[in-house]
């Protein structure tokens, strides 16, 4: 079981900044994949960033690259999402995301809502 919370969210206007944290407890942080996802009103969850434990891979939201940046600290057992340049699209309501590289399990936390205003 791991378990992930996250901070951070808030209110900003368009081209400003905010970082998301996730905090993660229970397994071992490095045997899983770290990501992002968000999911506005309406709309389904959609992937933002992953980060792989050893390797440290990236992938970006075609959305999101350029502005936004995905980081871990594996000896705090922490997550980041750097979010720059923010457009009113990108509010949503932000997840942290744990998968474990082998068995592929996932867990979600509860979420943090980052809104942007025009």
């Known amino acids: 079981q791991v378990q992930l919370v996250e901070s951070g969210g808030g209110l900003v206007q368009a081209g400003g900044s905010l970082r998301l944290s996730c905090a993660a407890s229970?397994?071992?942080?490095?045997?899983?994949?770290m990501g992002w996802f968000r999911q506005a009103p309406g709309k389904e969850r959609e992937f933002v960033a992953t980060?792989?434990?050893?390797?440290?891979?990236?992938d970006y939201a075609d959305s999101v690259k350029g502005r936004f940046t995905i980081s871990r600290d594996n000896a705090k057992n922490m997550v980041y999402l750097q979010m720059n340049s923010l457009k009113v699209e990108d509010t949503a309501v932000y997840y942290c995301?744990?998968?474990?590289?082998?068995?592929?399990?996932?867990?979600w936390g509860q979420g943090t809502q980052v809104t942007v205003s025009s």
């Open positions: 995301n744990a998968e474990h590289v082998i068995t592929t399990l996932n867990y």
């Open positions: 229970g397994r071992p942080f490095s045997t899983y994949t």
């Open positions: 980060i792989s434990p050893r390797d440290g891979r990236i």
